[in-house]
């Protein structure tokens, strides 16, 4: 593994060796939130952009991570590319993206995942598939001409790292773990033991 200072350059050279060799979904991760008590839950999401500014994901606002994010903005990421041997955990605030990032990005999904979002009422009761198909059918009326306008419930997130860790699988479980914590404006790095 490198000796790499910034762990967002590590990430970046990571993500794109996954995104060329990972069979499934290299934006993939599971994102763990915890509600006002404590209790945890996690879920997969897709990242939409890492930088120097965060790891970006987007969500309905009113769905259970919505709901765990507003009272509690701590989180926990965690990407594992069995293709490259490498799990990346990424821990940190998280704060609302702005309103430009949230429309910039609704508009560039496909039109039918626009209409999902309005038709879904994410982590709420449903009476059944087929509840959700004429919700659907609604909305595909409703904005039958012109652009879809992105949902006031709808919008995005960044988590904004304090730790950021990667771990190598090696031979006879002796994985590299390297460990990167904020410090101020820079990083501090550390081995840990597998």
Not at 115 to 122: P, R, V
Not at 156 to 185: A, C, K, M, N, T
Request: glycine share 6%; with cysteine; hydrophobic share 40%.
């Amino acid at each position: 593994m490198t000796k790499e200072t910034d762990p967002i350059r590590l990430f970046d050279e990571y993500f794109a060796a996954a995104k060329e060799s990972e069979p499934g979904d290299a934006t993939a991760c599971a994102l763990a939130t915890a509600d006002a008590g404590g209790a945890p839950s996690v879920r997969m999401v897709l990242l939409k952009k890492a930088d120097a500014e965060g790891f970006m994901f987007f969500t309905n606002l009113e769905s259970r991570k919505g709901e765990e994010l507003r009272v509690n903005p701590q989180a926990a990421m965690c990407f594992y590319w069995d293709s490259i041997d490498i799990q990346v955990r990424v821990e940190g605030k998280v704060t609302p993206v702005s309103t430009q990032e949230a429309d910039a990005y609704f508009a560039t999904r496909p039109r039918a995942s626009q209409i999902g979002t309005w038709a879904s009422d994410q982590s709420r009761p449903m009476e059944g598939m087929l509840a959700l198909e004429k919700r659907v059918a609604k909305f595909a009326a409703k904005h039958a001409i012109g652009k879809v306008p992105r949902p006031p419930f709808w919008s995005g997130f960044r988590l904004v790292p304090v730790r950021i860790e990667f771990w190598h699988r090696r031979s006879f479980r002796l994985h590299e773990r390297i460990v990167y914590d904020r410090q101020g404006d820079g990083w501090s790095m550390r081995h840990v033991y597998p």
